[in-house]
């Protein structure tokens, strides 16, 4: 680092004269899947409108994945289909093309007057360092403030560069617009040089080996596959935890394996991850699924907070014991669960049902 940063004071201050005032927390909608269509593809296009309120996000996509020549078509079909649909519930977001990319000065430069009050969030892939984060942040002030937009959009990083993630803490800490990340594991690998070739998931390459039975020397030795992403995914969660955003997995290719891909999102909501990429229909209910609580973990942890009373002290449920900690760990479970009941009302009647058993 060099020079003197910014006063904290100033962090919140609009970059651009006239910019809507930044967001002093990001609000925490909903956001298990987040559906991947190609605004250039007609069929994908003309789904969109009927996906409205059956899925947390819709994502236009303008970069990898869509054709080169497609590129100007998918920022046009963007904009129609933003223009045209009410989204209710269900939050827009863009992933816009690489920084270092010919089309991204007009991606912003279109998107943001044509539909910057219908976009929640700009997804910026390749994140290397705040410095990009810097480039966007001051961009999009002073195109809000073109357009007269009177709310902040959101920024949200894709972290598949080995220097974004040993970045990682200064690209969430960058500006207060930073809403998310998502772990990219397809540019990731192929930036670290891994020597895989898949998108997401598992290989059954990297595994460890049980230990030789002495007593049998030659017998089949049981292997444990292990996960790639597991030190990524850790990293990214601490380092949005800390910075008061949201830490998502990314996309799972092997669209027809839906149960690795299950177990790959599960492992990512265990560790703190608030949701996923859907690119493909089926995989929204995978993640809908993943990323709600289920109801034996909302009734479980109802128990502990009836049980725990001002919230302070232990108590034995079942057994086990449970303190300050533990009702910590069960708020944040419920908490969750009452975000998803306020936009899912199926959700919302398996939750109402539990029923906790007064004076445990
Ligand atoms: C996603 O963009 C990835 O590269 O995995
Ligand atoms: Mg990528």
Same mark, same amino acid.
């Given at each position: ?15 651009? *004269?006239?910019? !809507? ?37 819709? $994502? ?12 100007? #078509?998918?920022?046009?079909? &963007?904009? %129609? ?21 010919? +089309? ?6 279109? $998107?943001?007057? #044509? ?8 997804? =910026?892939?390749? =994140? ?11 961009? &999009? ?17 894709? $972290? ?15 500006? !207060?617009? /930073? ?9 990731? #690998? ?49 380092? @949005? ?31 703190? @991850?608030?949701?996923? +990429? ?11 699924? *993943?990323?709600? !609580?289920?109801?034996?973990?909302? %009734? ?7 049980? /725990? ?6 108590? /034995? ?14 708020? *944040? ?6 975000? $998803? ?5 199926? &959700? ?13």
């Amino acid at each position: 680092m060099t020079g003197s940063p910014r006063s904290a004071k100033d962090f919140f201050a609009p970059l651009a *004269v006239g910019a !809507p005032a930044p967001l002093r927390e990001i609000p925490a909608r909903p956001s298990r899947a987040i559906h991947f269509f190609d605004p250039s593809n007609p069929k994908m296009a003309a789904k969109v409108p009927d996906m409205v309120g059956t899925v947390d996000v819709l $994502l236009g996509n303008l970069e990898d994945a869509v054709k080169a020549d497609n590129k100007e #078509a998918a920022r046009e079909g &963007l904009v %129609t289909i933003a223009r045209e649909t009410s989204f209710g519930p269900t939050q827009l977001w863009t992933r816009i093309n690489a920084l270092d990319s010919p +089309w991204v000065l007009d991606d912003l430069t279109t $998107l943001v007057p #044509a539909i910057g009050d219908k976009l929640d969030v700009v997804m =910026v892939p390749k =994140v290397q360092g705040a410095e990009d984060i810097h480039y966007v942040d001051r961009l &999009l002030a002073q195109l809000e403030a073109k357009a007269g937009l009177d709310r902040p959009i959101l920024v949200h990083a894709i $972290l598949e560069t080995a220097r974004g993630v040993a970045n990682v803490e200064e690209i969430c800490g960058a500006s !207060p617009r /930073m809403q998310g990340l998502s772990l990219g594991p397809a540019d990731l #690998a192929a930036d670290r040089r891994m020597k895989t070739t898949r998108v997401g998931g598992g290989h059954p390459g990297y595994l460890v080996r049980r230990d030789p039975n002495p007593d049998q020397p030659d017998a089949v030795r049981p292997t444990y596959q292990q996960d790639l992403w597991h030190y990524t995914i850790a990293r990214m969660v601490d380092a @949005c935890a800390m910075h008061g955003i949201y830490p998502y997995y990314g996309p799972f290719g092997d669209i027809a394996d839906v149960v690795a891909c299950e177990d790959q999102f599960r492992n990512a909501f265990l560790l703190g @991850c608030v949701g996923t +990429w859907s690119l493909h229909p089926k995989q929204i209910a995978i993640a809908n699924k *993943v990323f709600s !609580p289920s109801v034996e973990d909302i %009734t479980h942890a109802r128990r502990v907070v009836a049980a /725990m009373g001002d919230g302070t002290g232990a108590v /034995m449920l079942d057994g086990k014991m449970e303190d300050d900690a533990s009702l910590k760990q069960c708020l *944040v479970l419920v908490e969750l669960a009452e975000q $998803l009941a306020a936009i899912d009302p199926e &959700l919302k009647k398996q939750y109402d049902a539990i029923e906790v058993p007064a004076g445990e």
